[in-house]
DNA sequence: CGTGCGGTTGATCCGAGTCAAGCCAAGTGG
DNA sequence: CCACTTGGCTTGACTCGGATCAACCGCACG
């Protein structure tokens, strides 16, 4: 919808030796790898910094990398030739992105954040892969995952209304950030980017977090953050869009 | 939305020596595969046939078996609690189905006609892809190609308008019957179906598709087929959702 | 100061959903 | 053979939710 700050993408080489010691390659698809193999495939990784708005690849054109999200938020997007967008997934800490085994990108992916990841050349990723099934078994584990998680989502923007959406979509947030009730949570999107996520308009998420506002369901002390006051009413609101967005 | 005719699956291990001439094992996840291990593969695989309304397996429930299509049709679906279907995909013959490495169903699988398939026991599969990277790489590049088809779906679902969709997927059952413009083409979904796969009701359905008729896009036989008169105006009705679906 | 940007709020419109009636072809049973 | 039902589909009248268009608010920044 918009035209994001695109930069270059900061690719710095020197920062290779700290990856040895990455956090993430203790999560996310490469918890199961023994740490000797680790070594050799981290060796073969790169650190990344994308500052907020930077894209690491555009839908349609060639992506030369993967890897997995260290810290930040990216977003996973497509659009319409009219300029309809739409955000098809996110990616959290421990998320991996980028298509194996294809040179072809077939979505967008911009950081909504300042963020960092451990990225890899994509061909030297598929090599390794290719030489480590049980990477290559991760690799699949994950894309099932994601394919589950991209199904319900798809129920979700197909079959319930912009109530259930908006309240899902906190909920959601609420999880992933391990906050409980009364404890505020980092909203680390933009009312349109909630827009794209959610298949809404911007007016819409924004009368519909206002109406939770008025019925005391969440408190909303600023434009990127929200508090639950009561979970019940929100589970409520979200109906068993909830359990799609799990 | 409706109860199917739920009769018990017929399972005929009498059926697993043909598997062995299965023509759909030169195809779809086993095309890149050598001779040797496919007969090694199949030696372990059943056939499987299903009537129209006929389940495979239920959401949520256990499923012990993976496989692909050998002929017919069938929808993934997932239900919500209040009875709301939606169909998260359709397997055509050389689709493989089924969640390897999991024996816990995410969606339903359902015949919408008369199918048979070569299916395998999940964890004789896991096994077997397990001692078989290739295979697993096979099963992996299948993942990634449904994970975005599910994913341009979303986009579909979440973005379009009922004219759209009715369109493109007119467009796309064509384009998967090879059959060009003045042959008839045959809709193997009910009404009810197609609403159910489109995100509508069965009634905009419909409305949409007499819509198309009375502006001579195309024909409509009989309930179950059509024929496009004019590809130009029917590309056009359906934009660039056209693409979507491809 | 203005100016711009992100967000909210209000008025109105429109398209898909809902509810209800009717159509037609395929059974079904007297 | 014909009345009656049944199920899938179409059509019409109406409703309603979300999109659209537009005004406005508040804050950051020059």
Redesign the pocket.
């Known amino acids: 919808m918009y035209i994001e700050t695109a930069g270059t993408t900061k690719f710095d080489r020197k920062l290779a030796a700290p990856c040895l010691k990455c956090p993430t390659r203790r999560h996310s698809i490469y918890a199961a790898l023994s740490g000797d193999m680790l070594d050799d495939l981290f060796r073969r990784g790169h650190c990344l910094a994308l500052g907020r708005g930077e894209t690491l690849m555009w839908e349609g054109e060639e992506a030369l990398l993967v890897g997995t999200v260290r810290s930040g938020l990216l977003k996973i997007t497509s659009m319409m030739s009219d300029g309809r967008e739409q955000i098809l997934g996110l990616a959290f800490p421990g998320d991996f992105v980028g298509r194996p085994f294809s040179r072809q990108a077939t979505s967008s992916i911009t950081a909504l954040t300042d963020t960092t990841m451990c990225v890899f050349r994509g061909n030297v990723f598929d090599a390794f892969a290719g030489n480590h099934p049980e990477l290559q078994h991760a690799v699949l584990l994950h894309a099932l995952d994601e394919l589950d998680r991209a199904r319900r989502w798809m129920m979700l923007l197909a079959r319930t209304?912009?109530?259930e959406r908006v309240a899902s979509f906190l909920i959601e947030m609420a999880d992933r950030a391990g906050a409980g009730d009364g404890e505020p949570v980092d909203i680390m999107l933009?009312?349109?980017q909630m827009a794209d996520f959610l298949g809404?308009?911007?007016?819409?998420v924004?009368?519909r977090?206002?109406a939770l506002r008025q019925a005391r369901v969440v408190r909303?002390p600023d434009?990127r953050s929200f508090i639950i006051l009561s979970r019940a009413a929100l589970r409520d609101a979200a109906g068993d869009a909830l359990s799609l967005a799990a």
């Open positions: 209304s912009a109530r933009s009312r349109q809404l308009t911007i007016e819409t924004s009368r977090l206002t909303l434009l």
